[in-house]
């Protein structure tokens, strides 16, 4: 089984570092007695201060109903190393299964947050709803990041890009343009 | 300079292809007599069908006058071809210089917007408001792709994502887990 990384704690004004380049990421959520993962592609960074996230969480998912009424959940960013484990959590039910059970991976208690971080994970973004009006118009939840933990090694994780279809872009090289860049437009 | 490549229109339901991975794309609006280019890299596919894109859009920047005022945008997306004029555009305004002028980029017709597509770019998606509820509280924009060009090869761009810090991630090599998918999940 893959190991967990030792981390750190990271500054939520900055998670962009992670977010902005589109991968795929696991949302943990606890409400009652249920704990769930599940996949999530479609997620962007929307503000630095206060840390926001806008994503879209199906109300097709189980996840849904304890990320809504917890009001709460984690994102949590794998790597290749999780990448069979990414795609069974994102087909199969929690309805049906534990996923942390099923998939063996470790719930790590979080600071701020009821739901449990992915000690397997590269990194984990404790998150509140922070606006909920187009919830029912879209599924779009408006988070904000309260807490944020990051493993001190790779600095550049290889994360997963969903492209559709059962194909993931892995992510490549690191290019620098920072000479280039105005110093309030990096 | 980089050529223009050939394109074929493509099904608006199925953009997630070229957006969800999370590349830093190019925006070209037309408002008046002003064209621009911005480069963004906060946006998330929020639906199949309308074919929905959720972006955020700085009210600081030359373009959000332009894409409020004409309620269109067209979202182009470059590839490692036009990293420096990605990050020409990125630290530049449109309030000072003509952007397709200075960076010898090719203006294009579109089909059903007024903005032109940017013709160097490996895909083009022409978009409409479609909800403009959030752009007062934080500069988000809900965009429905009305149609799409995508170039007929490389079938795999190299796309460029951003990481902050004058950083772009370059999109490596595509794996597929296809035979563990759900037909319905894909």
Known sequence: M?????KSNFPVSQIRRYLE?????LVSSRWKDETNIMTMGWHTVMEFTPSLVG????????????IR?????????????????????????GAEIDKFQEFGLRPVSAKKVGAPLIGECHASFECRIHDDSLIDRYNFFI???VHAHVATSPKHP????????????VSGKIISRRSRFEPDRL
Chains 1, 2 share one sequence.
């Not at 380049?21 to 990421?25: D, F, Q, R, T």
């Not at 290889?158 to 872009?169: D, I, K």
């Open 2 to 6: 893959p190991r967990s990384p030792k």
């Open 21 to 25: 380049p589109g991968p795929i990421v």
């Open 55 to 66: 994503c879209i969480i199906s109300e097709g998912n189980h996840s849904f109903d304890l």
């Open 69 to 93: 009424g917890s009001g709460e959940c984690v994102i949590n960013l794998p790597t290749t190393t999780l990448t069979d484990i990414v795609v069974g959590i994102g087909n199969s039910s």
């Open 143 to 145: 988070l904000e990041v």
């Open 158 to 169: 290889e994360t997963l890009h969903y492209t559709g279809n059962g194909a993931f872009m």
